[in-house]
Each structure stands twice: as structure tokens, then as C-alpha cells.
């Protein structure tokens, strides 16, 4: 699997007095990326949590802004998982403007698997299998044209 993407249209509510998207919704937009590829892979959070007591938190983020979005704008938010261990996954993001190319964050997240008490545990191997699928090196992303970071 390569990326996988995920369309959201800027509601005015996730907009400052400007018309420019809030920075915070981007990591609002990155779970809602992290969501779909898990259900792309077969499997939903919830399963995850009430089948096998298994809770991916987040333990690390980071969010690097390029360009604005406006209210109103259509948008795609590209993930990729990059890296799957015994205790953690780290997820990458894209999100980016198709009216115009215009490439606008960058991202990613890493998390820690617990139990329902936030003990630390291993990721059960069924999730491992459906998470490890497919998965490329960080240097295959795909950019729209003319927008890779340098």
C-alpha cells in the first residue's frame, strides 16, 4: 500500500477570523488519516481496543506548515505507515490542495501501544501482519509536482 488518502472539505468552524485554517486541525486531520489507513488494512481502532486491549497513543508528533488552507478549500490528507515495532508504529503525513498542487503540511506521529490500564505492552501479531503490509521506505513518497521538500 502506498498512500493512502483521504478527502476532507475546511469547514468555517476549523477557520481563524482570516478564513485560514486553525495549525491544530492539522493533527485532527492526520487521526482522521491514521483512522482510514487502519480500516483500509482491515481492521478499525475499536476492534483493536475492546478485542485485544491494545491502545495506540500518541507519543511523539510533529507538524511542519508550507502553505495556508482556507475555508472552504478541498483538500487531501495523505498516510503512510513508515515503521511498525514490537511496542510502536510511526505514521507520515501529507496534506495537500489538488485545485492548485499546492503542497501545504507535512507530518508524522509515532505511538505506543498500552493496555486499557496505559501499561506499556507488546502490539499483538495480527495487528503487526495488517499494519506491516506493503509498507515503503520514506524515500518513495510522492509529491505533486514540483512540491517535494527539500
Given at each position: 500500500?502506498?498512500?493512502?488518502e483521504?478527502?476532507?472539505?475546511?469547514r468555517?468552524?476549523?477557520?481563524?477570523?482570516?478564513?485560514?485554517v486553525h495549525?491544530a486541525?492539522?493533527?485532527v486531520w492526520?487521526?482522521?488519516g491514521?483512522?482510514?489507513?487502519?480500516k483500509?488494512?482491515?481492521?478499525?481502532?475499536r476492534?483493536?481496543?475492546?478485542?485485544?486491549?491494545?491502545?495506540m497513543?500518541?507519543?511523539?508528533i510533529?507538524?511542519?506548515?508550507?502553505?495556508?488552507?482556507f475555508?472552504?478549500?478541498?483538500?487531501?490528507?495523505?498516510t503512510k505507515?513508515?515503521?511498525?515495532?514490537s511496542?510502536?508504529?510511526?505514521?507520515?503525513y501529507?496534506?495537500f490542495?489538488?485545485?492548485?498542487?499546492t503542497?501545504?503540511?507535512?507530518g508524522?506521529?509515532?505511538h505506543?501501544?498500552?493496555?486499557?490500564?496505559?501499561?506499556?505492552?507488546?502490539?499483538?501479531?495480527?495487528?503487526?501482519e495488517?499494519?506491516s503490509?506493503?509498507?515503503e521506505t520514506?524515500?518513495e513518497r510522492?509529491?505533486?509536482p514540483?512540491?517535494a521538500p527539500h
Amino acid at each position: 500500500m502506498s498512500w493512502h488518502e483521504t478527502e476532507i472539505h475546511v469547514r468555517y468552524a476549523e477557520t481563524d477570523q482570516m478564513g485560514i485554517v486553525h495549525h491544530a486541525n492539522y493533527l485532527v486531520w492526520f487521526e482522521l488519516g491514521r483512522t482510514n489507513i487502519c480500516k483500509a488494512k482491515g481492521f478499525s481502532y475499536r476492534e483493536m481496543e475492546e478485542q485485544e486491549n491494545a491502545l495506540m497513543v500518541v507519543a511523539e508528533i510533529y507538524c511542519r506548515y508550507k502553505s495556508p488552507a482556507f475555508y472552504d478549500d478541498h483538500l487531501i490528507v495523505r498516510t503512510k505507515i513508515e515503521e511498525v515495532r514490537s511496542r510502536t508504529v510511526r505514521f507520515i503525513y501529507e496534506i495537500f490542495r489538488p485545485s492548485d498542487n499546492t503542497f501545504l503540511v507535512e507530518g508524522s506521529s509515532m505511538h505506543i501501544f498500552t493496555d486499557k490500564e496505559k501499561k506499556v505492552r507488546t502490539l499483538p501479531d495480527k495487528y503487526r501482519e495488517l499494519l506491516s503490509k506493503e509498507i515503503e521506505t520514506v524515500d518513495e513518497r510522492s509529491f505533486p509536482p514540483n512540491e517535494a521538500p527539500h
